[in-house]
């Protein structure tokens, strides 16, 4: 497919001379682009020569918002998971005595499976 021609643009020295940008405004609170709207796929974003900076400064203020979303707001995820109940634990460990395996063995083997310290294990074992 052939090109089509474009028509040259007269650029004047004044033109040459005078700042796109304001050199002091980038990073101001006046800026309306720096690190308030990055965004890698953006065709403004990818041409910047400040994207990187603009990129650290955009994850920044990301951070405070989450740490106050994380703050205010309860996670399942990040919190241990009491899916196992106690019962299960004893009856191990009793079947575990059942068998003559000693202690250090089964606080061992219930701390893996039950994804529990040694010391909570220890706590269980000494109230059966």
Same mark, same amino acid.
């Given at each position: 497919? $052939?090109?089509?021609?474009?028509? =040259?643009?007269?650029?004047?020295?004044?033109?040459?001379? $005078?700042?796109?940008? &304001?050199?002091?405004?980038?990073?101001?609170? &006046?800026?309306?682009?720096?690190? =308030?709207?990055? /965004?890698? #796929?953006?065709?403004?974003? +990818?041409?910047?020569?400040?994207?990187?900076?603009?990129?650290?400064?955009?994850?920044?203020?990301?951070?405070?918002?989450?740490?106050?979303?994380?703050? &205010? *707001?309860?996670?399942? /995820?990040?919190?241990?998971?009491?899916?196992?109940?106690?019962?299960?634990? +004893?009856?191990?460990?009793?079947? $575990? +005595?059942? =068998? $003559?395996?000693? &202690?250090?063995?089964?606080?061992? +083997?219930?701390?893996?499976?039950?994804?529990? *310290?040694?010391?909570?294990?220890?706590?269980?074992? #000494? *109230?059966?």
């Amino acid at each position: 497919m $052939k090109r089509s021609r474009r028509n =040259k643009i007269q650029v004047s020295e004044s033109q040459m001379l $005078k700042p796109i940008i &304001d050199v002091l405004k980038l990073g101001s609170d &006046d800026d309306p682009c720096f690190g =308030k709207l990055w /965004d890698p #796929k953006e065709k403004e974003c +990818r041409n910047c020569g400040e994207s990187e900076i603009c990129a650290i400064v955009k994850s920044q203020g990301l951070k405070i918002i989450r740490e106050e979303i994380e703050r &205010d *707001t309860r996670f399942l /995820d990040l919190e241990e998971a009491e899916i196992i109940d106690l019962p299960d634990i +004893r009856e191990f460990i009793r079947s $575990k +005595r059942n =068998k $003559k395996i000693d &202690d250090d063995v089964i606080i061992r +083997r219930a701390s893996r499976r039950f994804n529990k *310290t040694p010391e909570e294990i220890e706590e269980i074992i #000494k *109230t059966i």
